[in-house]
């Protein structure tokens, strides 16, 4: 999208309602409402919500540069140097810590494809995106769902009755372990998942 008046660009997106499940279509208005309440210079920022009988459309900030993922894998030997790794880590924490201390909310998906560029240049801005299986937690409360992207799900979250609790906001933590090792040797440090 672009705004003529101010020299603009936005990113629209549009999920298609037609045919979703009630309960799908309820995470994706929890995604939205979560997204209209977080204002923060490493999150991608939600301008306005539309809903119409058939779609919800999202105006969001236009994230050029692509994902870190594939700026990771554009690297020698697939991994950053340490310092440019040290400032993405830095960035991530940021963020997370906003959502967990100040929003009480769990991203549950943190991955290096949820980690977005602003633009291509070399020292553009991270933003986390898809905040499509977020929950809104507070400090004391667990929850049991298995969610996430299995190279970065915590052990905890694979367990139905983790210490008789679940699990809390700090799989996000160990989502950015995964993402870390990532980032500085370029390889998985799981064992491969059949």
Not at 28 to 36: N, V
Not at 78 to 83: A, Q, R, T, V
Not at 117 to 135: N, Q, R, V
């Amino acid at each position: 999208l672009f705004r003529s008046t101010t020299n603009e660009h936005f990113a629209l997106k549009t999920i298609n309602l037609l045919g979703i499940p009630t309960v799908a279509r309820e995470r994706l208005i929890t995604e939205s409402l979560i997204l209209a309440r977080l204002h923060h210079q490493n999150i991608v920022k939600l301008y306005e919500i539309y809903e119409s009988e058939s779609a919800i459309y999202l105006v969001m900030e236009l994230l050029s540069g692509g994902e870190l993922f594939d700026r990771l894998m554009a690297q020698p030997e697939h991994k950053f140097p340490e310092e440019y790794a040290c400032k993405i880590v830095k960035d991530i924490l940021n963020a997370i810590s906003y959502l967990h201390d100040y929003k009480n909310i769990a991203h549950r998906d943190l991955k290096l494809s949820n980690i977005v560029f602003t633009d291509s240049s070399p020292d553009a801005e991270i933003k986390l995106i898809d905040f499509g299986l977020s929950k809104l937690m507070t400090t004391s409360e667990y929850t049991h769902s298995l969610v996430g992207t299995r190279n970065y799900i915590a052990p905890e979250v694979y367990l139905k009755d983790y210490q008789g609790s679940g699990y809390n906001k700090g799989c996000d933590m160990w989502a950015l372990g995964i993402i870390t090792y990532f980032l500085l040797t370029g390889r998985n440090p799981l064992p491969a998942q059949d």
